[in-house]
């Protein structure tokens, strides 16, 4: 038996088909890359939102989406030219793909809306990498956006998978910025205006060169006035404005540092309590 007669034609296939299929493996390779870099370029030209914390969201969102676009298309046309060098016929799977597609198409009504409701929610710029946002029951930071689903995890480590065709309100709360939005009870014998300027003295504090979350306060406190009048206290509404994501830590410190504050003035925090009258 001679080794030489099953060799030849298994080198000629290499150095034929074989070579030409490798070109078309390293040409989709160096395609792929190519078009990333330019879809890249193209979504941070249009992206001009300066270089703040949103840029890089949208950047990184829209980034990832028309990658995975790219992906696809670029692998789909050299899987067909690689089926073409193998002399398979693509008339018939070409056939078969579209009778197979509009039967998914009649089938999977909500992967088409899922794809729909994604490709809005990216135009409009409703949700971004990064973001916290609270959809269809759901909330937490935005881990991954596709046109089809979005992904969240909560404080919890919890991860929820949600289509996009099943979310009808977002509530974005770290989009462009944010409000630390705060309900203080003092004492009904306090006096409010007192109160008030005791508030902003120890805003005013986190805002000074000592104070750690001094970068990612925005603007002065804003004292919304007294609320309303509940059984044990009457509530002074404020709010103060941060950087998406950052009202969180800003509350939790002005919370600690205003209770620090009312101990020394002495100023009341009451907690619910009933006052029984005999008669």
Do not use: C
Not at 24 to 37: E, G, N, P, R
Not at 93 to 103: F, P
């Amino acid at each position: 038996m001679n080794i030489s007669e099953y060799l030849d034609p298994i080198v000629q296939w290499l150095g034929s088909v074989g070579l030409r299929i490798l070109i078309i493996i390293v040409i989709a390779l160096i395609a792929m890359w190519l078009l990333k870099k330019l879809t890249f370029r193209l979504v941070k030209t249009f992206s001009r939102e300066g270089k703040s914390d949103a840029y890089y969201k949208r950047l990184n969102t829209l980034n990832g989406v028309t990658g995975n676009i790219v992906t696809v298309a670029v692998l789909a046309v050299a899987l067909f030219t690689i089926l073409g060098e193998l002399g398979i016929a693509l008339g018939p799977i070409l056939t078969a793909a579209g009778v197979i597609g509009v039967a998914i198409g009649f089938g999977s009504q909500q992967l088409v809306q899922d794809v729909l409701s994604g490709f809005f929610i990216l135009l409009e710029d409703q949700i971004r990498v990064g973001d916290v946002v609270n959809i269809a029951g759901q909330g937490g930071l935005v881990e991954r956006v596709t046109l089809r689903m979005t992904v969240l995890r909560d404080l919890g480590g919890n991860v929820h998978y949600i289509r996009n065709g099943q979310i009808g309100v977002i509530t974005n709360m770290t989009h462009i910025f944010s409000y630390a939005l705060m309900d203080i009870g003092v004492a009904y014998r306090e006096n409010v205006d007192t109160v008030m300027e005791v508030i902003k003295e120890v805003a005013a504090t986190m805002r000074g060169d000592d104070s750690p979350l001094k970068d990612d306060i925005l603007d002065d406190i804003e004292i919304l006035g007294v609320d309303k009048f509940a059984d044990s206290a009457v509530i002074i509404k404020a709010r103060i404005k941060t950087k998406p994501i950052k009202q969180w830590s800003v509350m939790r410190e002005f919370n600690r540092r205003l209770k620090l504050t009312f101990d020394e003035k002495n100023i009341e925090i009451p907690f619910p309590h009933v006052t029984l009258y005999m008669g």
